[in-house]
């Protein structure tokens, strides 16, 4: 798990995004279309298209790090806001990132084989 202290924000990324987009393209869209400053320490998270694959990029006091996540069913919930970003809470970033829909958590599938 991210280590997300109480001053960190989360910032989900509305929208799609090209999830073949490194560090330092994720990066320039925070700065560039989202108006925010990358090395301010908080989290932001970006969702392709198809829905089941997020990435989530941190910028801390030592360097980047960019995180990512495919569900193998099903999709990640996500705001239906085409443009900015939307704040979230930590426990809804854990909500989400388990595939459960963070606005009503509930527990979707889980997988019970590997493959």
């Given at each position: 798990?991210?280590?997300?202290?109480?001053?960190?924000?989360?910032?989900?990324?509305t929208?799609?995004t090209?999830?073949?987009?490194?560090?330092?393209?994720?990066?320039?869209?925070?700065?560039?279309?989202?108006?925010r400053?990358?090395?301010?320490?908080?989290?932001?998270?970006?969702?392709g298209?198809?829905?089941?694959?997020?990435?989530?990029?941190?910028?801390?006091?030592?360097?980047?790090?960019?995180?990512?996540?495919?569900?193998e069913?099903?999709?990640?919930?996500?705001?239906?806001a085409?443009?900015?970003?939307?704040?979230?809470?930590?426990?809804?970033?854990?909500?989400?990132?388990?595939g459960?829909?963070?606005?009503?958590p509930?527990r979707?599938?889980?997988?019970s084989?590997?493959?």
């Amino acid at each position: 798990m991210i280590p997300v202290s109480a001053d960190v924000k989360i910032w989900i990324a509305t929208g799609h995004t090209d999830m073949r987009s490194g560090m330092n393209s994720l990066a320039r869209l925070v700065e560039q279309h989202l108006g925010r400053n990358f090395h301010d320490g908080d989290l932001y998270v970006f969702r392709g298209r198809r829905g089941n694959l997020v990435k989530i990029l941190w910028s801390d006091a030592l360097g980047v790090s960019l995180y990512s996540k495919r569900l193998e069913r099903g999709h990640f919930i996500w705001p239906s806001a085409k443009d900015g970003a939307i704040a979230l809470t930590p426990s809804a970033l854990a909500c989400l990132l388990e595939g459960i829909d963070w606005r009503n958590p509930q527990r979707s599938w889980r997988p019970s084989q590997v493959g």
